[in-house]
């Protein structure tokens, strides 16, 4: 792998200007992600993503998406249809569990059908948060379920359909966000809750899916684990609870900086992602001085995380030759509005 830097970065547009090509081959991120601005057309997100990776020049240098289905999906018709949110998944299967664990693995499969043909290769799925009554509709219906059993169940089937069909998931947000009363885009949320029920509910999905390549933080205060910081920057929660207690050794991501959770400037914040021991700093809205702020305290990926980071891409090299048509006609006979 040709050094990288430990960041993922988005890009102001459809198209990438001199400016961020020369700011990219400088900085060498490890990997970028792709939101509604960016999408156009087809032939248009594919020549985008491709010139990313000419820039750092690495054919191999991931191109992350939110593709959830319901509010949180990037691609839209006619480039890719509407998807269900995760709740309608988790509604079938409170009705039939073969039935939702299938449509779940179906839907994420599908996703890498849509992402694959342009050139997307890592979809920041599954949901792994589990909401309680009351908490910020930040998660709401992209949430499977309000108990363990279906995120985890459904979590599983989105993640296996994904790396089936050659796409690296995500799964998010670790330790997990379903008790956030705040939206962590505009503010930062505490969580007061007990360790021993955090254990056994809001951690659970994660531990039980530790196995899989990559995570990405939740911008949120634990107070049982650590008062003072939100997971991202903490040292305590990412090595004790993240490394320690679910067990997760896969390649973690921040969630994006550019969200107002975070305090300090965007140099601090990247310096406090690495030194709580994130692997790599998410920086979102193709803002240029912003990322050039991340860029001036991110490292190269050197050691364990470059270790995570490769064995991560390995996820994403093989996958089955499932005939799309017949995927998309067996999902419609869960979801008849997406044939």
Not at 154 to 169: C, T
Not at 212 to 237: E, F, R, W
Request: proline residues 6%.
């Amino acid at each position: 792998m040709t050094e990288s830097k430990s960041m993922i970065l988005g890009c102001a547009g459809k198209s990438l200007t001199p400016e961020e090509i020369r700011f990219y081959r400088g900085e060498r991120p490890w990997g970028f992600i792709l939101f509604a601005r960016n999408v156009g057309e087809t032939e248009q997100i594919r020549d985008l993503v491709a010139s990313m990776r000419d820039a750092v020049g690495r054919a191999d240098a991931p191109v992350f998406i939110d593709q959830e289905g319901g509010r949180v999906q990037r691609l839209r018709p006619p480039l890719a249809p509407n998807y269900p949110a995760g709740g309608a998944l988790g509604a079938l299967w409170r009705n039939d569990r073969e039935a939702g664990r299938r449509a779940a693995w179906l839907m994420a499969r599908l996703h890498a059908f849509d992402l694959l043909r342009h050139g997307i290769t890592a979809d920041c799925l599954p949901v792994l948060d589990v909401p309680v009554e009351g908490a910020s509709d930040v998660i709401g219906a992209r949430a499977y379920g309000k108990e363990p059993g279906p995120v985890i169940e459904l979590g599983r089937a989105a993640a296996e359909g994904l790396m089936s069909g050659g796409v690296l998931p995500v799964m998010k947000h670790i330790p997990g966000h379903g008790r956030a009363f705040a939206d962590t885009h505009f503010e930062l949320p505490t969580v007061d809750t007990p360790l021993s029920e955090l254990r056994s509910h809001d951690f659970a999905p994660f531990k039980a899916l530790n196995q899989l390549p990559m995570a990405m933080t939740a911008h949120v205060v634990y107070s049982a684990v650590d008062p003072n910081n939100p997971a991202t920057t903490s040292a305590k929660v990412v090595n004790d609870i993240i490394r320690g207690e679910i067990g997760f050794d896969g390649l973690l991501m921040s969630d994006d900086t550019s969200m107002k959770a975070l305090s300090g400037d965007f140099p601090a914040k990247a310096a406090a992602i690495l030194a709580a021991g994130c692997d790599l700093v998410l920086h979102c809205n193709g803002v240029f001085e912003e990322m050039s702020g991340i860029a001036s305290r991110t490292t190269a990926l050197t050691g364990k995380p470059l270790e995570r980071a490769e064995r991560a891409l390995t996820y994403i090299k093989d996958h089955d030759r499932a005939n799309e048509t017949e995927i998309r006609a067996e999902f419609a006979t869960y979801f008849d509005a997406v044939a």
